[in-house]
C-alpha cells in the first residue's frame, strides 16, 4: 500500500474533520441560543443555516476537486487534511512547490512523491506556513472587535455603510478578477475571458429578478434560496456554454 | 452586544484557536512520529523562508480585513477551516442580508456564526464523503475534460455575481468605484493575486463611502437650515 494513503493517514484525516466538525458545531449551538434570548425566531436562525449548507454545496465541492488536482503527488489524505483546516488551494501549491525545492525537487507538482522523507517535508512546510492566523487571533481579535466597537458606537449609520462599503470592496476585487484578472497560464478558463464575464453576467441575471419577486410579493421562503439558486443556474450557463457555443468562442480569454 | 455572549465567545474562541493550533501541529508531528522520520531541518527551513513572509503577511492583512466582516465567533471559526474570501465570507455576508441585520449589530454575530458554523459542518462533510467515498470516481468528474468541468472552473464569478447582484442594488452609488479601481489595478498588474487586491478594493470603497456619507451628510445640514 502507498505509504501516503495508508490506514493512518486515513484516521487522521478522519480526526482532523471531526475535530472541525465538532467545533463548528459547539459555535453554532452557542450561537443559536444566544440569538433565542436576543428574540430573533427560530425560522429566521433555521434559514440561515439551510442556505449557507445550500450556498456551500458548489464551492464545497470545487474545494473537493482542488484535493484531487494535489492528490497526484501527495496522495489523496494529505490534501484532504490540509483543506479543511485553513487550507486554500493557492496556499498550498505555493508551499508543497517550496517544500520541494527545499529539498532539491524540480518536478514539483507533476510526479508523484516517492520519498517519505519529502512527504513528511511537504506536511511540516504546508501546515507551518498556514497556522499564522491562529496565533493571531487569541492576541489581536478582542482588540480588533473593541476598536470597531468604538467606531460603530458612535455613528450607527455610519457603521452600517462601513460594513456595507467594506463588503463592496471584497466583492469587488472578485468581480474585477472575473473582468480583467489573468489566470493561472495552465489551467484553461482560469482567466478574465468570455466564460468568466458570461457566468458573472447570468448569475447577477437571475440573481435580481429573484431577489425583485422576493420582494414585491414577499415570499419569505424564497429569499434564503435566491442566491445559492442563482449561483447554480450561473454554473449551469457556463456549462451550455461550452458546450454548445463555437470551442474557439468559449476558450477566448483576453487576460490569459 | 451583551457583555457577557461577547466575552465568552472570545474566551471559547481563544480556546479553539489554540486548539486548533495544537491540532494543526499535531498533523506533520504525527506523521513524522508514524514513519519514524524527522526531515532535515535545513531543507524544511529553505521551504518555509520561502512563503513565510508573504503567507504570515497576508495572515495579517486577512485578520484585520475580515474580523469586522465576520464577527468574533465567526472570525474564530472561519480562521480554522479556511476558505474564508471565496466561502465563509460571502456565506456569512448572504445571511445577513437575509436576515437583515447589519455585521455591527448582535444579531448580525450571531446570524454570521451560525450561517459560517453551517458552511464549515458542510464544507468538512462534502470534502470527507467525497475523499472516503468516491475517491475512485472523482478523478473522472474533475478531469479537465470532462463536460461539468467548465462549470466548477467559474464558480468564483457564479458566487461573486448573485452574492454582488443583491448588494450592488442597493448601494449602487458606492459600488461603482471600487469596481472601476479593481479593474484600471488589474489592467496595469493583471496577474496581482486576489487576495492582494481585496484590501486595496476594500480600502477605497471604505473611502468612497465615507466621502459620499460626508456629502449627504452637509446636504441634510444644508437642507435643515434652509427650513
Known sequence: MDFKTDAFMYLLGSAVAAFCIVQSFFFLVKAWRQGKKLGLSSRTMKNTAVSAALFTVAPAIAVLATVITLAGALGIVLPWIRLTVIGNISYEVTAVQSALEGFGVKSGLAVAIADREIFTAAAWVMTVGSVFPLVLLPLLLKRIQKKIGKVTGRDTKWADLMSAAAFIGLIAAFIARALAGAGDKNIAGDGAGVMSVLTLFAAVGFMLPLQKICDKYSIKWLEPFAMPASMILAMVVALLAAQLLPANFVVLEWRG | ?227
Open chain 2, 1 to 227: 452586544m451583551q457583555r457577557d455572549y461577547f466575552d465568552r465567545v472570545h474566551f471559547w474562541g481563544r480556546i479553539s484557536s489554540v486548539t486548533a493550533l495544537a491540532v494543526m501541529l499535531g498533523i506533520p508531528l504525527s506523521i513524522s512520529l508514524h514513519f519514524g522520520i524527522w526531515p532535515q531541518a535545513a531543507g524544511v527551513l529553505n521551504g518555509l523562508l520561502k512563503i513565510i513572509p508573504m503567507f504570515w503577511s497576508i495572515a495579517v492583512i486577512e485578520v484585520l480585513t475580515y474580523a469586522p466582516l465576520l464577527g468574533a465567533g465567526g472570525t474564530y471559526l472561519s480562521f480554522v477551516t479556511g476558505n474564508i474570501s471565496n466561502l465563509k465570507l460571502p456565506c456569512a455576508i448572504n445571511a445577513m442580508q437575509n436576515a437583515k441585520v447589519s455585521p455591527s449589530s448582535e444579531e448580525g454575530e450571531v446570524i454570521s456564526t451560525i450561517a459560517v458554523a453551517s458552511s464549515s459542518i458542510t464544507t468538512t462533510l462534502i470534502i470527507a464523503v467525497g475523499v472516503l467515498a468516491f475517491s475512485p470516481l472523482l478523478p473522472v468528474i474533475t478531469a479537465e475534460d470532462s463536460a461539468i468541468a467548465p462549470a466548477f472552473k467559474q464558480v468564483v464569478p457564479a458566487l461573486f455575481g448573485a452574492l454582488g447582484a443583491g448588494y450592488f442594488s442597493k448601494h449602487f452609488k458606492i459600488s461603482l468605484v471600487p469596481i472601476a479601481a479593481g479593474v484600471l489595478i488589474l489592467l496595469v498588474f493583471p496577474a496581482l493575486p486576489v487576495g492582494t487586491l481585496i484590501p486595496v478594493t476594500v480600502i477605497i470603497s471604505l473611502l468612497g463611502a465615507h466621502l459620499s456619507y460626508k456629502h449627504t451628510q452637509k446636504k441634510e445640514k444644508k437642507r435643515q437650515n434652509q427650513a
